[in-house]
């Protein structure tokens, strides 16, 4: 079945790039996700890839899709304090509209 | 986008008893659908709500412990039903808009004492 695998913490200093990684097993999804969680919060829909392209670029988000490795990557550019949070990976599975996630990405960021 | 508004934000309920989360959405969309997070983890879809139909349940949840109703296209509500502590999660609402992009609300914080 479907599956979504990301590296559960990852620590940088402010100002660095951070590269959040996610494999993923369903090769038909249309399009993959990241979402952004903070401390009692809901998932913010920080951006997306269809995937019929390589890379997505936002600002200071950068998403990499490599289809044949199916990897996504989610690079943050000058990384900040406020980017502290989980990160979730997504995909979407088939055409039912329904998202298989990833166990979340612990984003941490030190001053 | 879509803008989701999810209510109660959060709950404290007594073992035994039900609580209905509504979802209300500003446009109408085809798809909505709820997921649950327990604490720590990630998200895992309870089931697709289908308006004007019964909703399309996953693996391992049925609908006597999480009826849902979608009576229109911008409104649907999840029953948590006969709670006990292990049903202590954030419960979220989500919606596919028409470019296939899915949203979310904030979520309802429950706890089960």
């Known amino acids: 079945g479907e599956d979504v695998e990301q590296s559960l913490f990852l620590s940088v200093r402010e100002g660095d790039s951070s590269v959040i990684n996610c494999t993923y097993t369903?090769?038909?999804?249309?399009?993959l996700y990241w979402y952004k969680q903070e401390p009692g919060a809901g998932l913010q829909l920080l951006t997306y890839i269809f995937s019929n392209m390589d890379m997505k670029q936002d600002q200071r988000l950068t998403v990499l899709l490599n289809k044949k490795d199916k990897h996504l990557s989610l690079r943050i550019a000058d990384t900040q304090t406020g980017d502290s949070a989980i990160y979730f990976c997504a995909e979407s599975a088939g055409n039912t509209g329904k998202l298989i996630f990833g166990q979340g990405t612990t984003l941490q960021v030190k001053p | 986008s879509a803008v989701i508004s999810q209510k109660p934000s959060r709950d404290i309920c007594q073992r035994g008893t039900s609580l209905t989360i509504q979802c209300q959405v500003d446009?109408?969309?085809?798809?909505m659908f709820w997921y649950r997070q327990q604490p720590g983890q990630s998200l895992t879809l309870i089931a697709t709500?289908?308006?004007?139909?019964?909703?399309?349940?996953e693996s391992g949840f049925v609908i006597d412990k999480f009826p849902i109703s979608r009576p229109n296209l911008t409104f649907s509500t999840l029953t948590v039903s006969n709670m006990s502590p292990e049903d202590s999660s954030i419960y979220l609402c989500s919606v596919r808009t028409g470019r296939d992009i899915q949203y979310f609300g904030a979520g309802t914080r429950l706890s089960v004492l």
């Open positions: 446009s109408q969309v085809t798809m």
């Open positions: 369903d090769s038909s999804s249309t399009y």
């Open positions: 709500a289908n308006q004007g139909s019964e909703a399309t349940y």
